[in-house]
């Protein structure tokens, strides 16, 4: 059974950086395509950045210059560096990891980033 733990979430002032940590374990790391997705208060929730089982990176318009998505396989973990962070940003972000042979979903249970002065 895939399990995804977070760490990493905290309060941080406008402009600051947080690096998020997203430990898999349960299965074979290597065949995942893992993601980092987010939730506001009252908003649906979001895709952040993702990273291919090859490396390759997607990230939302809005992240783009700022985040970054990177994974280290032999740790097993994912990791989302954030910079330059906004009010907006404040939410509850996720680590996602989809099996690219049943492309089912697994889901950490979420830390929370707020974003204030």
């Known amino acids: 059974q895939v399990q995804l733990v977070e760490s990493g979430g905290g309060l941080v002032q406008p402009g600051g950086s947080l690096r998020l940590s997203c430990q898999f374990s349960?299965?074979?790391?290597?065949?995942?395509?893992m993601g980092w997705h987010r939730q506001a208060p009252g908003k649906q929730r979001e895709l952040v950045a993702a990273?291919?089982?090859?490396?390759?990176?997607n990230y939302a318009d809005s992240v783009k210059g700022r985040f970054t998505i990177s994974r280290d396989n032999a740790k097993k973990t994912v990791y989302l560096q954030m910079n330059s962070l906004k009010p907006e940003e404040t939410a509850v972000y996720y680590c996602?990891?989809?099996?690219?042979?049943?492309?089912?979903?697994?889901w950490g249970q979420g830390t929370q980033v707020t974003v204030s002065s």
């Open positions: 996602n990891a989809r099996d690219t042979m049943t492309l089912y979903d697994y």
């Open positions: 349960g299965s074979i790391f290597s065949i995942y395509n």
């Open positions: 990273i291919t089982r090859s490396g390759n990176t």
